[in-house]
């Protein structure tokens, strides 16, 4: 049974996905409550899998300031952050979520929570960019809990072994303080196998993610900034990987049945950069109505962690979290790109400038025009945010996006 609504056609696994996501939260919210179990707060790409290895409940900032952007909340509670002193210019998850809370309100309270759970340890790493340690400071100095983070550097061109060794060290050193705050000595074999569940829910994501390689693509971009959830908040547990089973089952029987994300696919694009999470469904129409598949992107291609090696634990997660897209130079970043244009039969790039991260924006030193001269495949750069939505001009976009559909058609 397809369930198509204006021109999308939902996943039916979404009803898995939601099961899955309300899973996480009681189990976030009964560790609260109970005290059963210690709450790191993490970064998205961040040691997840030591921290649940080592029994934490673990709670991602991140993924509630994308709820608060999707439930358009934010421009309510930017200006709280912004009259602390936090700049509107810094990330709107940051200035989303640090606002929420001085407002006292959180989209998690329609789940049953008071508030955000309270961490018993943050835990950050600079990998994505350094913002995220200030805001974790933030909540460091409120709750008066300990703060430990782990110092990438930025722009990785080639990716050496000391770098990776330095990352090493940095992930080894956290054991001993992690182990003051739950109380229990660390089990390599225990993080082992949870090395090994990320690992496998990482493969699934990608397995998920290539079904787009087919034409025409069974997901879009706005399907699998949704689906995307358990890899984000539930890497390294056996519950990603139950969930991307049954996901990537469903995008393989669609292929089988010939049932694609967008009806009448005639156009493949790429999209690079955050997504606007205050216009996901307004957007996912706008391409669908154009007839315009977005089967591949930088974000959601960011949690394939697969050098994650249960026989090498620490080595890898360096290995596999110093690689990451966002970290990398613009050289490396280029050749990612090259590869996926290839890779997905890609007929033009859409590269969201979004305001308040930089890291995200990949339009900003020169990387569209370079990639173009070895490509030749057109492109079209969009200012907007992740969540504040003053920053984005609608009308603007949709007449650029409509314009820029219509010279990949005559390209055609
Ligand atoms: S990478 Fe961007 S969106 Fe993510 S925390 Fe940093 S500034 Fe915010």
Known sequence: MSNEKNGIIKLQSVDFLRKTMGDYFNRLKDATETKNKKIAWCTSVGPAELLYSMGFEVYFPENHGAMIGASKMADKYIPSAVALGYSPDICS????????????????????????PKPDVLVYNTNQCHEVGDWFSFYARHFNVPIFGINTPLWINELTPSIVNSVVSQFKNLVPELEKVTGQKFNI????????????????????????????????????????????????????????????????????????????????????GMPLWYKLSSMAKLFSNLDTCI????????????????????????????????VRSDAEKQKVLEKLMVDFSIDGIIYHDAKTCGRNSNNRFGLPTRLNNQNNIPYLEINGDLCDSRCYSEEQSIIAIETFVKQLLSRK
């Not at 949690?303 to 596999?320: C, M, R, T, V, Y």
Request: aromatic share 12%; charged share 20%; hydrophobic share 40%.
């Open 93 to 116: 998850y940051l200035t989303s979520d640090i606002g929420a809370f001085l407002q006292n309100e959180t989209p998690l309270q329609k789940s049953g929570f008071k508030s955000v």
């Open 189 to 272: 074999e225990k993080f082992r196998e949870t090395v090994a569940l990320s690992h496998d829910g990482c493969v699934l994501w990608r397995k998920v993610l290539e079904t787009a390689i087919h034409k025409p693509s069974p997901i879009n971009f706005f399907d699998a900034t949704i689906h995307m959830g358990p890899i984000v908040v539930m890497r390294g547990t056996q519950y990603a990987v139950d969930y991307y089973k049954v996901l990537l089952a469903e995008l393989q029987d669609r292929i089988k049945n010939g049932i694609s994300a967008v009806p009448s696919e005639k156009l493949r694009i790429y999209w690079d």
């Open 295 to 326: 089967v591949a992107s930088t974000y959601c291609n960011s949690w394939i962690f697969d050098d994650l090696n249960p026989e090498d634990p620490f080595g890898s997660s360096a290995l596999a979290y110093c690689k990451l897209f966002i």
